[in-house]
């Protein structure tokens, strides 16, 4: 019987366990974008775990939604990670860097010359956000042109490319929580009537394109992508998300992906996340719908065939052992519940003060 502790080759990286640590945004970036030494701590001290995501990385400068978050998409930046992925590696671990670009989740104050967050549409996400100057309102973005879409595309292959040049194992696209990629898959957020809006072989258009630019940039087999289906962070509305996610799945099969990545919103989810397994003949990552932090309850998801590795998000925040506690059912350090802006048992929102990823 396959348990959460068993090694599990990952479309030729070898990972000592099941147990990922999920990507959590920590905004502890310097000047620029660049890791710190802090960063390097951080995540070397939870190498024990199968695979490591990192927190969210811009892949673009426009591609910022929060303050000082990194990015990869210069020298600088690619040579702090560097360090990151040197000290992860020593420790015997294996680490993939997530893109996440924030698309319409972002404020002018955030960015430089006077730039404005991109989306799909120029549609307004409800509510605020945190920045360096207090809580703001969300303003509109910019609707990207088919140029803009084209060049956002090639960042994400470019700074893929400075992620392998960075040490790091593979990479995961962030499709999920409401970002730019998971803005084009939803009718809501995605009014586009050109050939990246309208139907859902269309909103699917984007996601596809970024995956393939990727593969084709590193290779498929370190490439994963993240997905949260009906998951309403962000101001996120799905209306068909079976159809969607089904054409996403099969659209991207053929590619040969290392992973799929799905956030689990509800209980009530497992049956279609199932059914996109189905589809998918790679890796399974599932971070499960749990009451609170999802913790070694959820370990016989593995044992069931559920899901290849499990993804934990807030325990590893208080637990840089998380693999170990697991093993024996605990006791876990108690994440610090303050720290936490709206919550998070799936690993999408985490810094203190904050929000994330």
């Not at 992620?163 to 499709?175: P, R």
Request: no cysteine; aromatic share 8%; proline share 7%.
């Amino acid at each position: 019987m396959t348990t959460a502790f068993d090694p599990i080759d990952l479309s030729g990286t070898p990972l000592a366990n099941r147990i990922a640590m999920a990507p959590m945004t920590r905004s502890r970036a310097a000047e620029g974008g660049v890791p710190t030494e802090l960063t390097v701590e951080y995540y070397a001290q939870r190498a024990s775990a199968g695979l490591i995501v990192t927190e969210g990385i811009q892949p673009s400068v426009v591609g910022q939604g929060y303050p000082f978050t990194p990015g990869l998409h210069s020298e600088e930046q690619t040579a702090g990670w560097r360090k990151v992925t040197d000290a992860v590696h020593a420790a015997g671990g294996r680490i993939y860097a997530q893109l996440m670009h924030a698309g319409r989740i972002g404020h002018p104050s955030l960015l430089p010359d006077g730039l404005t967050p991109v989306a799909p549409s120029a549609v307004t996400p409800a509510g605020q956000l945190y920045t360096g100057d207090g809580m703001k309102d969300f303003v509109a973005p910019r609707e990207l042109t088919a140029a803009g879409i084209r060049e956002t595309v090639a960042d994400f292959a470019s700074a893929a490319r400075n992620a392998i040049d960075a040490g790091f194992d593979g990479i995961e696209l962030h499709g999920a929580n409401g970002y730019l990629i998971h803005q084009f898959l939803s009718a809501n957020t995605n009014l586009r009537t050109d050939e990246w809006g309208g139907s859902v072989e269309n909103r699917i258009r984007f996601a596809v394109e970024v995956t393939q630019a990727v593969a084709e940039a590193i290779g498929a087999d370190r490439t994963g992508l993240r997905i949260s289906p009906a998951n309403p962070y962000n101001d996120m509305a799905e209306t068909d998300t079976e159809a969607v996610y089904a054409a996403l799945v099969e659209a991207l099969e053929p590619l040969g992906l290392a992973y799929l990545h799905a956030v689990e919103v509800s209980a009530e989810q497992r049956e279609l996340l199932l059914a996109l397994r189905a589809k998918f003949s790679g890796t399974f990552i599932l971070n499960p719908a749990t009451e609170g932090p999802t913790d070694h309850g959820s370990l016989p998801l593995v044992e069931e065939g559920v899901a290849d590795v499990i993804a934990y998000g807030a325990l590893f925040l208080a637990n840089p052992d998380l693999p170990a506690r697991l093993r024996t059912e605990g006791p876990y350090n108690t994440p610090d519940q303050a720290s936490f802006f709206g919550g998070d048992h799936k690993g999408y929102t985490d810094y203190p003060a904050l929000a994330v990823s």
